[in-house]
């Protein structure tokens, strides 16, 4: 199991930037697709973007390619999310999930998926 804690969210205006960390503790040797959900109200979790840790695989939801990118520093054992060009329509919970994986495929993008989640970081865009 893996704890994750997530941090840099906040309040921006359309058209801003925020990065959204992900720090990781335990087990974190190991392969792992960590993936970026966000939730709003009255709705389900949706995917971000997902990374296989062991080959740096990653799959961006339609919504957010070309704006939000993923990186990672092994040395902190931590992942990114940079996010530009923010959209009042990105204003949302954001969570970092993890799962242990043995393969190189690329990461599930549903949230049942994956076994351990941070406690997320609210993200707001104004217009």
């Known amino acids: 199991q893996v704890q994750l804690v997530e941090s840099g969210g906040g309040s921006v205006q359309a058209g801003g930037s925020l990065r959204l960390s992900c720090a990781a503790s335990?087990?974190?040797?190991?392969?792992?697709?960590m993936a970026w959900f966000r939730q709003v109200p009255g709705k389900g979790r949706e995917v971000v973007a997902t990374i296989n840790t062991g080959n740096d695989r990653t799959y961006y939801d339609d919504s957010v390619k070309g704006r939000f990118t993923l990186s990672r520093d092994n040395a902190k054992s931590t992942l990114y999310l940079q996010m530009n060009s923010l959209i009042p329509e990105d204003t949302a919970m954001y969570y970092c999930?993890?799962?242990?994986?043995?393969?190189?495929?690329?990461?599930?993008?549903?949230?049942?998926?994956?076994?351990?989640w941070g406690q997320g970081t609210q993200v707001t865009v104004s217009s």
């Open positions: 999930a993890a799962r242990r994986v043995f393969s190189a495929f690329t990461c599930r993008i549903v949230d049942y998926a994956y076994n351990d």
């Open positions: 335990g087990g974190t040797s190991s392969r792992y697709c």
